[in-house]
């Protein structure tokens, strides 16, 4: 074994698991397998980002073309807050993130982006911060 980190990282990644499971942890690469345990965490942090970045997109569609408003706009604002939910439920330690203000605030330009770039509206025309707060962004009820 051995394989370099930066050449493969999954052959790398398979060696560092079976190096654990055998209890040969002197032989570890162990900086790397805590860059990459830290990585797992903000992936996840990510992927709660993008699906709030989509909610928070679909709801600005909602309030700002009315006229658009159909069941699959609907749709994906539930998939999302389904989804939300679900990852918020299987790892709660990220519920710090709808309290965390700089977090909030990339989810929210990400969102008007998206917005933006649908809809053909301007960025400026979309609030500078969220007007919603995280629970009535997750409400079923809620749609703006």
Not at 8 to 17: H, K, L, N, R
Not at 43 to 48: K, N, P, T, W
């Amino acid at each position: 074994m051995k394989t370099s980190y930066d050449k493969d990282i999954v052959a790398w990644s398979q060696e560092q698991a079976q190096l654990l499971r055998s209890g040969r942890l002197s032989e570890l690469d162990a900086q790397h397998v805590a860059e990459e345990i830290e990585d797992v965490g903000k992936s996840e942090q990510r992927e709660l980002a993008s699906r709030m970045a989509i909610l928070l997109c679909h709801l600005l569609k909602w309030v700002h073309q009315p006229d658009y408003r159909g069941a699959s706009w609907e749709a994906t604002i539930q998939t999302q807050r389904n989804s939300i939910e679900r990852r918020l439920r299987k790892t709660p330690s990220l519920q710090s993130c709808l309290a965390d203000s700089d977090w909030w605030a990339d989810a929210w330009d990400d969102a008007i982006a998206l917005a933006a770039s649908e809809t053909g509206i301007s960025y400026r025309r979309f609030p500078a911060e969220c007007p919603w707060n995280a629970e009535e962004v997750l409400s079923r009820e809620f749609f703006g």
